[in-house]
């Protein structure tokens, strides 16, 4: 069983487009990571929350973790073909050296 | 730097036989992972390590094995391959843990086992 629930599992949208990731768990956590992984290659960290309700922006993309710890977002506005990728939530406990990562969701942004 | 390398990067093995994935980091971390990477699953922890000489299982660590006999090496053994562990492998590295803990990973092991 996955610790992490990713929604949706595959997205394909047109160039301009907002989209919403989802990443929920029935557990709570100490922090909330995303990554994008582009095919090929490693995962690349992009945000880490570490607070409920905090929100975080990098350009075009807003990143939320939910009040209880349980459950975070990722926001893109006017998507582009760059950022197409396997985008992967991971979270953190406080107990052990370990994160958790979540299923996956698979974005292609069409030109 | 080259940060974290990970060889092989592609190898075909037969049920029962063994290999060792070596991953190298020239970043001076502490932390090092094993994860497995299969579709829609997302990537499982298999083993992992806060230091030199350490290693802890992870999520998934049955039929593997682990070392770090150098800070800066991490290899993965697979002692008897089955077909299930056909799979891409992972390693990453990091600086001892706090809230903003960055993981830095490889570019993958895949890995076929007929």
């Known amino acids: 069983t996955q610790l992490l629930e990713q929604s949706p599992q595959f997205l394909s949208i047109q160039e301009g487009e907002n989209l919403t990731v989802y990443c929920n768990s029935s557990?709570?956590?100490?922090?909330l990571q995303w990554y994008r992984q582009e095919p090929g290659e490693g995962p690349v960290l992009l945000v880490t929350?570490?607070?409920?309700?905090e929100v975080k922006k990098l350009k075009r993309l807003t990143f939320q973790f939910g009040d209880a710890r349980k459950d975070s977002s990722l926001h893109i506005t006017a998507a582009q073909p760059g950022d197409t990728g396997l985008y992967l939530c991971?979270?953190?406990?406080?107990?052990?050296?370990?994160?958790?990562f979540g299923t996956g969701t698979s974005l292609t942004v069409i030109p | 730097n080259a940060g974290v390398t990970q060889t092989p990067k592609f190898r075909v093995l037969k049920t029962g036989q063994s290999m060792t994935l070596l991953c190298a980091q020239d970043?001076?971390?502490?932390?090092m992972y094993w994860y497995r990477q299969d579709p829609g699953m997302g990537l499982r922890l298999i083993h992992y390590?806060?230091?030199?000489?350490?290693?802890a299982k992870g999520e998934v660590p049955d039929g593997y094995n682990v070392s770090r006999l150098k800070k800066q090496n991490f290899l993965l053994g697979l002692e008897s391959a089955a077909p299930s562990q056909t799979s891409v492998y992972f390693c990453a590295s990091s600086y001892p843990r706090d809230y903003e803990e960055t993981q830095y990973f490889g570019p993958g092991t895949r890995l076929l086992v007929l």
């Open positions: 929350v570490v607070t409920g309700g």
């Open positions: 390590s806060v230091g030199e000489g350490t290693t």
């Open positions: 970043m001076n971390h502490e932390y």
């Open positions: 991971a979270g953190g406990l406080n107990t052990g050296n370990q994160f958790y």
């Open positions: 557990s709570v956590f100490s922090s």
